[in-house]
């Protein structure tokens, strides 16, 4: 059988065995029972390894809270999964809030919410006042199976192959995934100018020089990060930095928080890309990170007039901004 006739075959069972359970017994059951006995076997029929922390992590923390999982591709988090109890109400908008909100913080695009009775699949990254208006599709216990083909769409396979997305994308539920070439060269010039004039007028003992110099130093580790990020090297660190000090309402320590992130970068680019992996795998982290630093240096290089500073602002290391 095929994967997905395997998988069907599971749920199958999953689904005949939650419905010939005695009633009261249904009702009785806690979030706990619910979560291992149905929902996590449902995902593990979908492919995933519930089993493997770095792969489905539990109990992951976020800005206000704890999500209950996170499904991780390449240790990227692809969707996060809130669990209830069976008989939730899952038309609550506080559990469809919360879920939501836990997902857009940490800036992962889909929020699951499940009792297995029920299963409902939102985009967070659509700031909705009614969070309702951001569901994507709803399944049920009675249309797990009816519907399998739709539920395939968050396995594991599928995941990888952004299914989900590439879905959401044809009926407008998800704004088209751009990469960050596309955007880069029309957004880069006016932050250069924008942040110049910022750096210039609270520095004012700099020359423009020195000023310049140290705006192209700092673009260049934010791009060099945001395509890591782009390239799911890393995680979604800008966007998510952002939004945890703007709901923590700390947005004045920017500056701050992303001089620590940036020094933790490189601590992750020598530790864990270099020393701390496999040569195969270290070979083609190594690769990966040429490549990401290769085009930033191209995206500047076009946008930037001076190539003296270019090169003075790559060779320095990347842990302080002589100017900020």
Known sequence: MTAQETAYTEIERLVKSFKNMPAAQRKGLNEMQTRLGYILPLFKALGWDTSNINEVSPEEKVS??????????GNVPRFFLETKKVNENLNDPRWVKQAIDYAWTKSVTWALLSDFEGLRVFNAEWKESNPFSAQFFELTVDSYLTEFDRLWWLSKPET????????????????KRQPVSQILFTDLKLWRTNLFKNYKAFNLGYSAAQIDEAVLRLLNRLIFIRTAEDREVEDNRLRTLVRVLK??????????ELAALFREMLRCMTLNYLQGISRRNYKSRRQTWKRSLRDCTKRISRATTSTRWMRTCLAQPMNNISVM
């Open 64 to 73: 206000r809270g704890w999500v209950d999982f996170s499904f991780r591709i």
């Open 247 to 256: 709901d923590k309402k700390q947005i004045n320590h920017l500056d701050r």
């Open 160 to 175: 990888v192959a952004r299914r989900l997305d590439l879905e959401a994308e044809k009926v407008g539920k998800k704004v």
